[in-house]
């Protein structure tokens, strides 16, 4: 018995008439539903699965996923996040052949279900791209903010099997930010900082994120702004905050048109200090320099092409470029992966430093992203954060400078 109201159709779908799939993703989409107080189901236009590596969903996982690929095939567009390895070139990155077999057999059971294999956690920049005021059921906190935030769709942070039955019913509990009220922003955050690097967009998302916790922010103060820092700032606002939504005037549409919230705080030079002395470890030698985390862009991996070309990644430190396979696509075309597997760069496409199993591999990790020095932290590595430069030159030299 649910407090929802479903329509004919969807009480049949529950009763089991479009098999078992079917039937458990209503019962997990009807629980929810009733846990949040949600009147009804509402479709969705796409969904974003995570939970795609072997290393987090381990035997029962995989098990769980092939009873629903039995008769499961979803009903709207749904990409992947970033499995364990990537899928093609797994023992360049020293992933084992046990594990491999394990992850095709993860993908393979997405695949029965009709899910395009993209292993990205920038699933806006390879095609799943929603329109404004979409409603969508995405799992992957950098991309539920970024689709929030930067685009306009409206979504719940998803788990992996909430957002696959959505994907199988092709709706979702219209609760939390599917809802005008829940979105409206509860603080302004006043911005008076220069941000001068990559980088010092994951420390303003940690920043920002520490001091607004829950609540919606409404960001004033940003000058210029681009597609790389958005997505960079989007991962860690949510990683070392917790709401996966914000209004940064001149980028999310409408923001101009929310009411100002009665609190505001303001974000100075001494908090971006601040966070990248909580972020970086005292460590000097570094073993793994891992850039894209969200997935690189083209304009990334033009970048770190041009920086590491006529060079050598260090003896004793591997250099990973972690990215869509359809971005590696392209840097190919233009020569840019070339460039960078001349100098001993290693591609790591549909995988990333936090689903891989690295537990144990690496001891010291650098990166140019916040939410990268925070899952590596739980992999036991010492981290540093910095610029594209910084982290090209540590790749090369196998020490962090500064
Ligand atoms: Fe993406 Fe992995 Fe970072 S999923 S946001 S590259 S931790």
């Given at each position: 018995m649910t407090c929802m109201q479903l329509t004919k159709q969807e009480q049949k779908m529950l009763d089991g008439a479009e098999g078992y799939a079917v039937r458990k993703s209503m019962e997990i989409l009807v629980a929810l539903g009733d846990i949040y107080g949600a009147e009804s189901l509402i479709k969705v236009g796409s969904v974003q699965v995570a939970g795609v590596s072997y290393h987090n969903l381990g035997d029962a996982g995989l098990e769980f996923l092939n009873e629903l690929a039995k008769d499961g095939r979803v009903k709207v567009l749904t990409t992947l996040n970033p499995a364990g390895?990537?899928?093609?070139?797994?023992r360049n990155l020293g992933i084992s052949p046990d594990f491999a077999e394990k992850q095709n057999l993860v993908i393979e059971a997405f695949r029965r279900m009709g899910?395009?294999?993209?292993?990205?956690?920038?699933?806006y920049l390879i095609g799943n791209l929603p329109l404004y005021g979409e409603h969508i059921a995405w799992s992957e906190s950098s991309a539920v903010t970024f689709a929030n935030s930067v685009i306009g769709a409206k979504t719940n942070r998803e788990g992996g099997p909430s957002a696959l039955a959505a994907a199988f019913v092709g709706k979702t509990p219209c609760y939390g930010l599917h809802l005008d009220e829940n979105r409206t922003p509860d603080v302004h955050v006043q911005v008076n900082v220069k941000?001068?690097?990559?980088s010092d967009w994951g420390a303003l998302g940690y920043a920002i994120g520490k001091r607004a916790e829950n609540e919606v922010a409404y960001i004033t103060g940003i000058k210029t702004v681009d597609m790389d820092d958005l997505k960079s700032f989007c991962a860690s606002v949510v990683t070392y905050g917790a709401k996966p939504l914000f209004y940064m005037k001149?980028?999310?549409?409408?923001?101009?048109l929310q009411i100002q919230p009665k609190e505001t705080i303001s974000i100075e030079q001494v908090d971006i200090k601040n966070a990248y002395d909580s972020i970086n470890?005292?460590?000097?030698?570094?073993?793994l320099v891992c850039v894209g985390c969200p997935h690189c862009s083209i304009n990334e991996i033009a970048k770190v092409s041009e920086l590491i070309k006529g060079k050598a990644v260090a003896k004793g430190t591997e250099f990973w470029v972690a990215t869509s396979r359809s971005a590696k696509q392209l840097a190919d075309k233009r020569g840019y992966v070339e460039i960078i597997e001349k100098a001993g760069g290693k591609f790591a496409c549909d995988t990333c430093m936090a689903v891989a199993p690295l537990k144990g591999r690496f001891k010291s990790l650098a990166t140019t992203s916040a939410k990268g020095c925070f899952y590596s932290r739980q992999n036991n590595m010492k981290t540093k954060m910095g610029s594209m430069e910084e982290c090209v030159e540590a790749a090369v030299t196998g020490k962090w400078k500064g």
């Open positions: 390895m990537d899928l093609e070139d797994w899910i395009l294999v993209t292993c990205t956690c920038t699933p941000l001068a690097k990559l001149g980028v999310t549409p409408g923001a101009e470890d005292e460590v000097s030698d570094i073993e």
